[in-house]
Nanobody, 115 residues
Framework: QVQLVESGGGLVQAGGSLRLSCATS????????MGWYRQAPGNERELVAR???????DYADSVKGRFTISRDSAKNTVYLQMNSLKPDDTAVYYC?????????WGKGTLVTVSS
């Protein structure tokens, strides 16, 4: 089992920034992929960004150039730096960890962007 603890959500005005953090109970070196997903009301959960064990990153088109995913192996933590936030970014953001065929999810953190 893998525990994930998310933090950093909140209310921000359009154009502002937030940084989400997700601390894992496992060493990052044992994890295949770490990522962030989001789900807005009435919508399906969608990928925002992910980073592989090799450090390769992948972003949703809607956040490219605005969001950056990174990780700190010493803290076993993955981050999502979100800049130039838009009201459309409002959602619950979930941390995801994939180890082999297993997926683990955090409880989610709410990000609200006001116009």
């Amino acid at each position: 089992q893998v525990q994930l603890v998310e933090s950093g959500g909140g209310l921000v005005q359009a154009g502002g920034s937030l940084r989400l953090s997700c601390a894992t109970s496992r060493s990052i070196f044992s994890i295949d992929t770490m990522g962030w997903y989001r789900q807005a009301p009435g919508n399906e959960r969608e990928l925002v960004a992910r980073i592989t064990g090799f450090g390769n990153t992948d972003y949703a088109d809607s956040v490219k150039g605005r969001f950056t995913i990174s990780r700190d192996s010493a803290k076993n933590t993955v981050y999502l730096q979100m800049n130039s936030l838009k009201p459309d970014d409002t959602a619950v953001y979930y941390c995801n960890v994939r180890i082999s065929i297993s997926n683990y999810w955090g409880k989610g953190t709410l990000v609200t962007v006001s116009s």
